[in-house]
């Protein structure tokens, strides 16, 4: 995927208005046993896992209407200042060793109990690691509207994910859904101690958005949720946004595709964590031809073209359309997270003409959980809407829906 990763990542326009929450070695050719499932730190128990925080700073409604004065009416939304705080927590790398991540905390001034909200935040390209949540720098989605979303009465919950922050030294397992759902329910869990240490006023409502990588997060931590944590820390609703639930068929999608695709360098991103995380253990140059397979090797973020038939081997291509590579097949069926059944509500919005993240992936997913019998579950087209144009109608969306479920 590359119209340049920093484009990706920042998604232009979502750092200044509301599209914010946008934001895919060893001998062993076999799956690791426990790489397709989260690794909780202690699901379902009592054990804490915050090991720190600290105050990032104070913010009055004025600064914080200031930051989206861009944005028609975006300013009104703003009711209590917010206090930012960064907080470490334990939790596990995919390979089930304990670390220590990061994220932001903020929370509002407010009199009354207040909901947790996860945000779960787009593709971020390692050279702009700082703009991971806990850094708060300024234009980041967290410093603008992400905050705005706090001062409307949410404690939001904003994890860095593995690979930023305070873990920025281990390899960020991009769309690897297992870790992306454990990272982040440990630290909802950690901003729920934190709310109890410093006597914030919680009640026992848990919202979660996201959008692009920051949607298929969501809906990974969602399912995780729901399996591991469904009476300490039950969903109360959720709205992803633009995520590539289906990866299996998506990687089809790729591999079939005679137009240009943009998203090249970020397909390449997804191939090196799975290789990697199921110990696929294969040479660049079965995935790549040259000169790329080579580039590739020196530079994982090297530009690619566009064209997949330039870019994939035709091994490595008929070994996905025909699924005869079955380790391969594995990694990437496991990290499908569109056919199951939730029982909390879920809004799924994806603009239908997205050209990063294809719009059948939520008409997937609304489909399999129609079909496994889920009642709470609707699907919001953004008609015409491209994955950087759909992302402020996103957010508008996504407010508007867990609003209802906010009373």
């Known amino acids: 995927m590359r119209v340049s990763l920093i484009r990706f990542s920042l998604l232009p326009g979502l750092g200044l208005c509301l599209a914010l929450l946008a934001a895919p070695a060893c001998k062993n050719n076999t799956p690791a046993p426990d790489a397709s499932t989260p690794a909780p730190t202690a699901p379902g128990t009592t054990t804490t896992v915050l090991t720190g925080s600290s105050l990032l700073g104070e913010y009055s409604t004025s600064a914080l209407a200031s930051r989206v004065s861009a944005i028609p009416l975006a300013g009104a939304l703003v009711q209590y200042p917010i206090k930012v705080y960064r907080l470490t927590y334990r939790t596990r ?63 939001v919950s904003a994890p860095d994910y593995l690979g930023y922050g305070a873990s920025k030294a281990l390899p960020h397992p991009y769309e690897h859904a297992a ?166 509500p879920v809004a799924l919005f994806h603009g239908t003409a997205d050209d990063y993240v294809p719009f059948f992936n939520s008409q997937d997913a609304y489909d399999a959980m129609q079909a496994r019998g889920a009642t709470q579950v609707t699907l919001r087209p953004i008609q015409g809407g491209n994955h950087f144009s759909s992302a402020t109608t996103y957010t508008l969306g996504a407010y508007a829906f867990i609003s209802q479920y906010n009373q």
């Not at 787009?122 to 705005?148: C, F, K, L």
């Open 179 to 344: 870790s992306l759902a454990s990272a982040s329910a440990d630290m909802l869990r950690a901003t729920r101690e934190f709310c109890q240490q410093q006597n914030v006023n919680v009640n026992a409502k848990n919202f979660l958005l996201g959008y692009s990588e920051g949607g298929y997060a969501t809906m990974a931590l969602h399912k995780y949720l729901q399996e591991n944590y469904a009476t300490a820390l039950p969903v109360t609703a959720s709205a992803p946004g633009a995520g590539a639930y289906h990866k299996s068929a998506f990687a089809k999608y790729v591999l079939q595709s005679t137009q240009p695709l943009s998203f090249l360098s970020t397909y390449v991103w997804v191939l090196r964590t799975y290789d990697r995380i199921y110990n696929l253990n294969r040479p660049l140059s079965y995935y790549y031809q040259e000169p790329y397979a080579t580039r590739l090797q020196a530079d994982p973020f090297a530009g690619v073209p566009t064209q997949q038939s330039q870019l994939f081997t035709s091994t490595f291509r008929q070994a996905v359309l025909t699924d005869s590579d079955a380790p391969l097949t594995a990694s990437l069926t496991a990290n499908d997270i569109y056919d199951w059944k939730p029982t909390a």
């Open 93 to 155: 790398t995919p390979e089930g060793q304990e670390t220590t991540a990061s994220g932001a905390v903020l929370v509002p001034t407010a009199p009354t109990a207040l909901p947790v909200l996860s945000y779960q935040h787009g593709t971020i390209a390692p050279s702009s690691e700082t703009q991971a949540p806990s850094y708060y720098a300024q234009g980041s989605d967290v410093w603008s509207v992400v905050s705005v979303l706090a001062s409307t009465g949410y404690v």
